[in-house]
């Protein structure tokens, strides 16, 4: 999993689930607010959507 805190303090995972890549926006309070809807073939492609979906930081 690689993960990143964006500017108001949200933190953006990428992760693995089975042979797909998913990301999910969790607030401050560990409450998930945000997730990808359905799952990307490539991690690069994951971050992308995550990117057009308001991520502004860049996960490790």
């Known amino acids: 999993m690689s993960s990143c805190t964006d500017r108001s303090g949200d933190r953006w995972e990428i992760y693995p689930s089975g042979s797909e890549w998913r990301w999910r926006r969790v607030a401050s309070n560990g409450r998930i607010v945000g997730a990808s809807t359905e799952g990307y073939t490539s991690k690069?492609?994951?971050?992308?959507?995550?990117?057009?979906?308001g991520m502004t930081c860049t996960p490790q």
Request: with cysteine.
């Open 44 to 53: 690069a492609n994951c971050i992308a959507n995550a990117q057009r979906n």
